[in-house]
């Protein structure tokens, strides 16, 4: 009969395997683009480093480190970039069709390209819920709050008991979970360059 210590390291050694076995079974989402500084995707107990063609995965908790920031192509048509500190979720998606993305802290910009047809994602964040349709639009810390821009299509978001729809050139802010978000207001020029320039 074998060793305890023997048979907990083989275990050990099965659960490793394991899970680098489920992020390759799992459905590929998407790649990297461009990458700076920590980047990396946790899936289970498995944790990779990403850098430029690596791939993501549903299921992915995508995350940058301080001072980092990461470009990735989802599906054909849509494009999303982190800041520094930032993680992302893929949850669901399904190329050309949409999904749900969780933004559990940082900043993101997501661009969907309309040409690639339309794409339904519901982006999750401690602040409310953002129901997007085929758009270009900025989600994260601004001016001390928690704001969404939208440069280009419509992202409709949704409080504890208010939804604003914000389009073209207007943003909304949530000072903390559980607030409300404001009646979508145009932004500043400062205030849409400092919000794009945390996610490049």
């Known amino acids: 009969m074998s060793?305890?210590?023997e048979r907990r390291a083989f275990l050990a050694g099965l659960v490793a395997v394991g899970g680098v076995a489920a992020a390759r079974a799992a459905e590929r989402a998407g790649e990297v683009q461009n990458s700076r500084g920590e980047c990396y995707a946790q899936m289970a107990a498995d944790r990779r480093t990403l850098?430029?063609?690596a791939p993501v995965f549903v299921g992915d908790a995508v995350a940058t480190g301080a001072q980092s920031a990461l470009g990735m192509h989802l599906?054909?048509?849509?494009?999303?970039r982190l800041g520094a500190e930032s993680r992302l979720r893929i949850d669901r998606f399904i190329v050309n069709a949409g999904g749900i993305l969780v933004l559990d802290r940082g900043a993101m910009l997501y661009d969907h390209d309309r040409a690639g047809g339309g794409s339904d994602v519901a982006v999750r964040t401690p602040y409310g819920l953002l129901a997007?349709?085929?758009t270009r639009f900025f989600a994260g810390p601004s001016n001390g709050v928690f704001g969404v821009f939208v440069e280009r299509g419509a992202v409709t978001v949704i409080g504890v008991n208010t939804a604003v729809l914000v389009t073209d050139g207007q943003g909304t802010d949530l000072a903390r979970p559980g607030d409300?978000?404001?009646t979508p207001h145009p932004w500043g020029a400062a205030r849409i360059a400092s919000a794009m320039a945390s996610v490049n």
């Open 3 to 5: 060793h305890p210590m």
């Open 51 to 53: 850098g430029p063609d």
């Open 75 to 80: 599906g054909e048509a849509t494009e999303v």
């Open 132 to 134: 997007v349709r085929g």
């Open 180 to 182: 409300e978000p404001t």
